[in-house]
């Protein structure tokens, strides 16, 4: 019975199942660290288990199921001076190194990047993307990143990664030469660029990165507004057909407009024919200054549209009649000074002789005959 509980103080079956998805590092301990030769070692897939005794770095396992014995662990049998068959418990960290991808991480520019942009001069640009890390030698990343740390996650590191990523992606695009307009469709090369400029650094740590994207490279807002100008001028195209086009507009709109309003709308297609061909002589190359000769008259707007007018007769109400119309009804006797007419703008409905519109249809028309007697 003692034996048996003494036995039970030491590790005879040494695993780690992870059940996170952000642990680099998990430190094994139990009973002081304390380990029976003979104990049960189970690495699985994506894990690697590191031994460090007495601050040293000693065995290193792969995936597998092992029976720890002095003859799969050399290294520890050399720093221990155990005689073979030495069967004593002994005293060990044991660390699991997850080996497995970790992907998704997130890297982006603080600051924008400054470089000499082949058509744009000096010009500031923000990019952003993802990577993926994975640890490629547990010893060197034990003992270069993490030291005695019992749990390291992702986040511990992540960190450090990115200002390097950042780094090395500064100067790809500052030293690409590719225009910036360009870049979007570039983007492959330079993540291949970028990540080739990376491997020795993480290969010092023990780490690799087997994927980086750039998944968007931005001008500032400004540059991008100026950019969205000229987009606008390409589309145009043609400034003199743009310009007839313009006007047709213009044209349509003022025969489809009555009274003032069709005045207005002769007044602005002048104006926008004029700055069309302003346009169209700024972008033709055209900069010859105004010669000294006074510049022709402008046309004048078109005249008003005539009214038309409403005419209620017995309850009904027709039209709507021009001028011409409503004499010809005169001379019929269907229409006189006492017709109810209304046309727009008008306050309701009025007797024909008190609109001043109507004053020259009465002007030649004799006025009602006397009463008889």
């Known amino acids: 019975m003692v034996f048996n509980f003494l036995k039970g103080q030491f590790i005879d079956v040494i695993e780690w199942l992870d059940d996170s998805r952000d642990t680099l590092v998990y430190r ?42 002095t003859n799969n662990m050399p290294i ?14 002994f005293k060990s960290e044991i660390y699991f190194v997850n080996t497995r991808r970790f992907p998704g991480l997130k890297w982006g520019t603080q600051n924008p990047i400054m470089l000499r942009d082949p058509e744009f001069g000096a010009l500031r640009l923000r990019a952003f993307g993802s990577y993926t890390i994975r640890v490629t030698d547990p010893g060197k990343f034990m003992t270069e990143i993490v030291g005695t740390d019992g749990e390291f996650t992702e986040d511990e590191i992540s960190g450090q990664i990115r200002n390097i990523v950042v780094q ?21 090369d330079l993540s291949n660029i970028v990540g080739q400029a990376i491997e020795p650094t993480l290969t010092d740590y023990g780490l690799s990165m087997p994927e980086l994207y750039i998944e968007n490279i931005s001008l500032p807002p400004e540059v991008e507004k100026v950019l969205d100008q000229r987009s606008s001028m390409g589309i145009v195209g043609d400034l003199n057909k743009y310009t007839q086009f313009s006007a047709a507009q213009a044209m349509q709109t003022a025969a489809s407009a009555s009274g003032d309003s069709a005045m207005g709308a002769g007044l602005g297609m002048g104006m ?28 004048p707007p078109p005249p008003p549209a005539a009214a038309a007018w409403h005419v209620a007769k017995n309850g009904q109400t027709t039209g709507p009649f021009g001028d011409a119309e409503l ?35 009465f002007a030649s028309m004799p006025p009602p005959p006397p009463p008889v007697g």
Do not use: C
């Open 28 to 69: 094994f301990e139990r009973y002081g660290n304390n380990i029976m030769m003979g104990a049960k070692l189970t690495v699985r897939e994506g894990q690697a288990a590191v031994f460090i005794h007495e601050g040293q770095m000693a065995d290193i396992f792969g995936p597998g199921l092992y029976e720890l014995e």
């Open 76 to 89: 520890m049998t050399a720093l221990q001076h155990w005689s073979h068959g030495f069967d004593s418990p």
């Open 168 to 188: 090395k992606v500064s100067q790809a695009l500052a030293a690409s030469g590719i225009p910036a307009l360009d870049m979007a469709a570039n983007t492959h």
């Open 272 to 299: 926008g024919m004029g700055m069309a061909q302003t346009m169209a002589n700024a972008m033709s190359g055209n900069t010859q200054q105004p010669s000294a000769q006074p510049a022709a008259a402008a046309p």
């Open 327 to 361: 004499r010809q009804m005169m001379g019929q006797g269907e229409f006189g000074r006492e017709s109810l007419v209304w046309t727009a703008g008008q306050d309701g409905w009025k007797k024909a002789a008190e609109v001043p519109g109507l004053a020259s249809l």
